[in-house]
């Protein structure tokens, strides 16, 4: 079965310091897509990135950055120098062909706590 | 664009009562779904639509029906409210231009945040 684990619940750092989300992610099939989402204290969801599974180089936009490890089955999430704006809850979501109802499946997500 | 919207955002709901959850899209999406949000649970998908006259069921159906008369709206229908359906729901789109609507970044609406007492 396609499963997404963030096993941090919730992390907090002081500004400026440099912070990694987790997500593992499991799946028997060989072509899939792994995206991240922020969720911001206001509620919408916004969508961060995209990769899909033929594509393990790493993604940079800024101070956020992204490592697709696919031997380790992770889809980690970097943002360096961070900011009290980057406050906001994370998901990681895999979408998986093998999966007939088009879902994607999410994590838990993990909640960044940003402090000045 | 407004891309996607929800009506209402916040609704109070006795067990037992019945509502409609409005959701609409105007970027000719073909895909559009709902979700439910409970704490640490992260989304869940209630059900889904990949165009109008076509709807199923996703991880978490039973309570809720849905509809898709148009391309751009899919409201959701709570039947019967149960303390159980309180909840965020978030209603999504997406285009298909990778093959699955799924693997495309999906455009979320605000949220209806509702209670039932």
């Known amino acids: 079965a396609q499963k997404v684990t963030q096993a941090q619940t919730e992390i907090s750092v002081v500004e400026k310091e440099d912070v990694t989300l987790d997500c593992v992610y499991e799946?028997?099939?060989?072509?899939?897509?792994l995206f991240w989402y922020k969720q911001p204290p206001s509620g919408e969801l916004v969508f961060l990135i995209r990769r899909n599974s033929f594509d393990e180089q790493n993604e940079i936009s800024g101070r956020y950055s992204w490592n697709f490890q696919k031997s380790t089955s992770s889809f980690n999430f970097t943002i360096t120098a961070s900011q009290v704006v980057d406050s906001a809850v994370y998901f990681c979501a895999l979408s998986d062909p093998m999966d007939s109802n088009y879902q994607l499946i999410w994590g838990a997500g993990t909640k960044l706590i940003i402090k000045p | 664009n407004a891309g996607v919207t929800q009506t209402p955002k916040f609704q109070v709901l006795k067990t037992g009562q019945s509502m409609t959850l409005q959701c609409a899209q105007d970027m000719n999406h073909e895909y559009m779904s709902w979700y439910r949000q409970d704490p640490g649970m992260g989304l869940r998908l209630i059900h889904y639509s990949v165009g109008a006259g076509i709807t199923d069921q996703g991880e978490v159906p039973n309570g809720y029906n849905v509809s898709r008369s148009t391309t751009e709206d899919f409201p959701l229908r709570l039947l019967s409210a149960a303390p159980s359906q309180t909840s965020v729901y978030f209603c999504?789109?997406?285009?298909?231009?990778?093959?699955?609507?799924?693997?495309?970044?999906?455009?979320f609406g605000p949220g209806t945040r509702l209670t039932v007492l």
């Open positions: 799946t028997r099939d060989t072509t899939y897509y």
């Open positions: 999504a789109s997406s285009n298909g231009t990778s093959g699955s609507p799924s693997y495309n970044e999906q455009f």
